[in-house]
């Protein structure tokens, strides 16, 4: 009698649910297989010389740099009266490791962070709206580690970046299409 | 005892109904319905007044019909109150019928509902009861009514007394919310104006265990609904998400990331003891309890995206239980042990999964109706509350267990993260 009601379920069902053991099957493979593709390329390890750190910051900037598209603005930083542009890093989904154009923008970060060596972040993961709120919150902090992880690589003091998660819970874009889950798939870096 | 013999019967046919969906018996009447559901015919008598009661009778029906319905197993029809003594009707056999009085009481506030269940095949009085109750309780006392009858006739109590914990969206603010089992009593629990989530109840049904950002950080509170507050109870650096309590009520699981990384923790219900049961550098998080409270099923990325995987309550004997699926999360082990509900991404989509325990035999359970997300089993283990986007915002919507009988329980804001309580320790009602 059950596998008669389960037989039925199935068929009401229709393709989807047939078509699905195949190809959850082969997903499965590609995915490990970008894994194990993704595993060896670690950050590229940045040292920063001795004298980029001697070097003293500026104190104000008198020529602020040409706004960009992803430029951000903290709340604070305007507060302070300081002109400087903090960029996030951005992720593909369901992966935390960074992009070329993510480790760019933090190379951007620790630029900044060596001349104001005074300044520090606050470095927030950030996921879309597609899956649990528990993986997300996990997942949200491994993107802010990788982030933290780069700058501290690049040469900044860890005791200079704070970490937090907020998963898929403060989405910069409400949008349920990738255009909006793109912009949040982020690592947000605030200066404190 | 010989109340209840005459019932053995229609006793046997739904405990068979619920157990395994076996007919036990070829002579009781079976009604095939959708994802063949079985369901016994009930008829709901008219609810009699006597004396100034006005109208309790009929709210109180419309309560208990609904709870009926709900229970998944009658199919209810409405009937006149029977006139004098029930008789055998052996062309009726597997047939309930459901009768309800409302008295007044003592004293103007105060009524009495005396309720009887009569297999109508034989019959014999399943169920003879009478609940005092006030105006203010007639919702109370009817789900009362209604878990006691599916408890005559079944052997198990029903779920009609159960509330049900979940997350509200208003603009930026999430907060902790309850409500019954069937949608009713919507309140709010938490008052944080800030991300409450992840909301667990404790096995003696008076505590919530939750995730809030109130500080600042990802940290696990404690509310208790008898004194109506919530305290700390996990607030190390990192996540303090995902709790779930042990069956004894002495330990909570949860994820925390102290170490730097998404690890699965029991924390003592004290607060004085934490263990560590994960150690890698993947994502480790949504821990559930089995029944017997000797093992954890959990998610993991330690294969490259989410999918569920069990190990003992020590941490010890780790193992992959989803076979199927790239992307498997939300795993809660049901109460009674053997089944598993969980939540895939398919095809860009979530669905609503349910297997058994070891792994096997996966069923999706939802389909063609949005995501479905965050399933979490009801006390009896036959239906599964959960989140879905079928009609845009996310909402919590309820199921049997094979998937059949959908109901939207929320309508207002936006609500994800369902929570089913477990059924209230036992009362005492006065025996008609």
Redesign the interface.
């Known amino acids: 009698m059950r596998k008669l009601l389960v037989s039925n379920h199935l068929n009401r069902m229709g393709d989807t649910v047939m078509s699905l053991k195949p190809r959850f099957a082969s997903v499965a493979l590609i995915g490990l297989a970008v894994v194990l593709a993704l595993a060896p390329g670690c950050a590229s390890r940045k040292k920063v010389t001795s004298e980029a750190n001697v070097q003293p910051p500026p104190a104000e900037t008198t020529t602020p740099a040409p706004p960009k598209e992803e430029k951000v603005l903290p709340p604070s930083t305007e507060e302070t009266g300081e002109r400087f542009s903090l960029e996030d890093a951005f992720f593909d989904f369901d992966d935390f490791s960074l992009r070329q154009d993510a480790k760019s923008s933090l190379e951007k970060d620790g630029k900044f962070l060596e001349k104001n060596s005074r300044a520090s972040i606050v470095i927030e993961g950030h996921c879309d709206e597609r899956g649990s709120v528990e993986y997300n919150l996990a997942l949200g902090e491994k993107r802010a580690h990788a982030a933290k992880d780069y700058l501290v690589s690049y040469g900044i003091p860890a005791t200079r970046l704070t970490t937090i998660s907020y998963g898929k819970e403060r989405p910069f874009d409400t949008g349920h299409e990738e255009g909006a889950w793109a912009k949040n798939r982020r690592a947000h870096v605030v200066s404190k | 005892m010989s109340l209840y013999a005459g019932t053995t019967l229609l006793a046997l046919f739904l405990s068979a109904l619920f157990s395994?969906?076996?007919?036990a018996q070829t002579d009781v009447k079976i009604i095939l319905e959708g994802?063949?559901t079985m369901k016994s015919p009930l008829m709901l008598a008219r609810f009699k007044g006597e004396g100034p009661v006005g109208a309790l009778p009929s709210q109180g029906r419309v309560i208990a019909r609904k709870d009926f319905e709900l229970s998944g197993v009658f199919n209810v029809a409405d009937v006149e109150p029977l006139e004098g003594k029930p008789t055998p009707d052996p062309g009726m056999a597997g047939t309930v019928r459901v009768e309800g009085t409302v008295q007044q009481g003592d004293g103007a506030a105060f009524f009495r509902f005396h309720g009887q269940a009569i297999d109508v095949g034989t019959g014999e009085v399943a169920l003879d009861r009478t609940y005092p109750f006030s105006e203010g309780t007639l919702r109370e006392t009817m789900h009362r009514f209604v878990d006691d009858v599916l408890e005559a006739l079944t052997g198990e109590r029903g779920i009609a007394e159960t509330k049900i914990a979940y997350?509200r969206q208003e603009g930026?603010v999430?907060e902790i919310w309850m409500m019954d089992y069937d949608g009713e009593n919507q309140r709010q629990v938490t008052h944080d104006r800030s991300?409450a989530?992840?909301p667990s109840w404790a096995p003696w049904g008076t505590e919530l265990a939750f995730?809030t950002?109130k500080r600042?950080?990802?940290d696990l509170y404690l509310f208790d609904m008898t004194r109506g507050a919530s305290y700390p109870f996990s607030t190390r650096p990192?996540?303090n998400?995902?709790p779930n309590y042990s069956p004894d009520g002495k330990w909570i699981a949860c994820?925390l990331?102290r170490d730097?990384?998404?690890e699965i923790y029991l924390i003592s219900r004290d607060a004085q003891t934490a263990r560590r049961l994960t150690r890698n550098t993947v994502?480790?998080?949504?821990p559930t309890f089995s029944p017997t409270g000797r093992e954890i099923m959990f998610?993991s990325?330690r294969?490259?995206?989410?999918q569920v995987f069990v190990m003992d309550v020590e941490g010890l004997n780790q193992r992959l239980v989803t076979i199927?699926?790239?992307?498997n999360?939300?795993p809660q082990w049901s109460p009674k042990g053997d089944k598993i509900c969980y939540?895939a991404?398919?095809?860009g989509i979530?669905d609503v999964i349910v297997m058994d325990a070891n792994g096997s035999n996966p069923?999706?359970?939802t389909?063609?109706a949005g995501h479905n997300?965050?399933p979490h089993w009801s006390a009896d283990s036959r239906k599964i509350v959960f989140s879905s986007s079928r009609e845009g915002k996310r909402q919590i919507f309820m199921m049997n267990a094979?998937?059949s009988d959908v109901v939207r329980l929320t309508s207002d804001g936006e609500c994800?993260?369902p929570s089913w309580g477990p059924r209230p320790k036992a009362r005492l009602a006065v025996k008609g």
């Open positions: 395994s969906g076996l007919v994802k063949g997350v930026r999430k991300l989530l992840s995730t950002f600042g950080n990802p990192g996540l998400t995902a994820t990331s730097g990384n998404a994502i480790d998080t949504s998610t990325n294969t490259g995206s989410p199927e699926g790239s992307y999360d939300s939540a991404r398919h095809d979530f069923i999706q359970i389909s063609n997300e965050n094979d998937g994800f993260n």
